[in-house]
Nanobody
């Protein structure tokens, strides 16, 4: 049973950094592709980043490329999203997701965490 739990969200000023974690307490996602999505108030949930199950391949949305980095530690069943140079447009609830392949569409992911709030003030 896949159980994803995000942590690490919070409030930060523009230019600051946060690192989100996504742990699978069910310890079954080590062979899954993992992704991060975010949803701002009144907006659709959008793709942020994805990583292959080995961690050898990553893909990023243009809006975060060069600022965000995703990584994983399969021995800890945990995926990370390091977010640097944050700006107010990054304010959203961030979700991690697990699926059988790297996709940029939310429809490609079967399992989702409950989300963690990130708020960036100017």
């Amino acid at each position: 049973q896949v159980q994803l739990v995000e942590s690490g969200g919070g409030a930060v000023q523009a230019g600051g950094s946060l690192r989100l974690s996504c742990a699978d307490s069910g310890r079954t996602t080590r062979t899954y592709a993992m992704a991060w999505f975010r949803q701002a108030p009144g907006k659709e949930r959008e793709f942020v980043a994805a990583i292959s199950w080995r961690g050898s391949n990553t893909v990023y949305a243009d809006s975060v490329k060069g600022r965000f980095t995703t990584s994983r530690e399969n021995t800890k069943n945990t995926v990370y999203l390091q977010m640097n140079s944050l700006n107010p447009e990054d304010t959203a609830v961030y979700y991690c997701a697990a699926g059988t392949s790297m996709e940029v569409s939310r429809n490609g992911y079967r399992y989702w965490g409950q989300g963690t709030q990130v708020t960036v003030s100017s």
